[in-house]
């Protein structure tokens, strides 16, 4: 059974600080995902990393995926009361059997 | 382009009773997904759909869970009977193959449903 422990579980922090979530895993992943979600709505797609060691960057959201394929991390620059929400790290298999492996979310409250 | 759509957004039922829930996927995706998310937990898959096949059920209790999507659009996943432990907030989602090869999943908002 392929499993995602994420850390930290919860992280609240002031508005304009850094901030980095880690997505572990003792599997292999054919890509790795990260969604964020708001209440009461469904996971919404930020990224998908591929290749070993690639690194996206999406305004001041920075993700990598490390050199194994095994881990990834999620880096905030200058957090704003916006990037409030549960951030998940999902892991595909790869094949046709393509259901996404969840890790359990890390809840980011960032405080004005 | 509209998005995954579900139905209802929320449920309340006594334990042994049956529920349906319902998800309409974005137009053309042909892969559909059913997951379940209990309460400070990340999603769990239950069962895959490949068009109007199974693909993947293996996480599917399958003494009380049942899912079909007939003419490989939209899709029920049904609970009988539903226990206690069923709370939880029921996804759906649909995935175009793309050519990169990665599986980029599209969620609906979710039915809540709560067992009493």
């Known amino acids: 059974t392929q499993l995602l422990e994420q850390s930290p579980q919860f992280l609240s922090i002031q508005e304009g600080e850094n901030l980095t979530v880690y997505c572990n895993s003792s599997?292999?992943?054919?890509?790795l995902q990260w969604y964020r979600q708001e209440p009461g709505e469904g996971p919404v797609l930020l990224v998908t990393?591929?290749?070993?060691?690639e690194v996206k960057k999406l305004k001041r959201l920075t993700f990598q995926f490390g050199d194994a394929r095994k881990d990834s991390s999620l880096h905030i620059t200058a957090a704003q009361p916006g990037d409030t929400g549960l951030y998940l790290c999902?892991?595909?298999?790869?094949?046709?059997?393509?259901?996404?492996?969840f890790g359990k979310g890390t809840h980011l409250i960032i405080q004005p | 382009e509209a998005g995954v759509a579900q139905s209802p957004r929320y449920k309340i039922i006594e334990k042994r009773q049956s529920v349906a829930f319902w998800c309409n996927p974005i137009?053309?995706?042909?892969?559909l997904y059913w997951y379940q998310q209990i309460l400070g937990q990340g999603p769990k898959l239950l069962i895959q759909?490949?068009?109007?096949?199974?693909?993947?059920d293996s996480q599917l209790p399958k003494d009380r869970f049942s899912a079909e999507r007939l003419k490989g659009v939209d899709s029920t996943l049904k609970i009988q009977p539903a226990k206690l432990e069923d709370s939880a907030v029921y996804l759906c989602?649909?995935?175009?193959?793309?050519?990169?090869?990665?599986?980029?999943?599209?969620f609906g908002p979710g039915t809540r449903l709560t067992v009493t």
């Open positions: 989602a649909s995935s175009l193959r793309g050519t990169s090869g990665s599986n980029e999943q599209y």
């Open positions: 990393v591929v290749t070993g060691g």
């Open positions: 599997s292999v992943f054919s890509s």
């Open positions: 137009s053309g995706h042909a892969t």
């Open positions: 759909f490949q068009n109007n096949g199974v693909v993947d």
């Open positions: 999902a892991g595909a298999g790869g094949g046709g059997a393509d259901g996404l492996t």
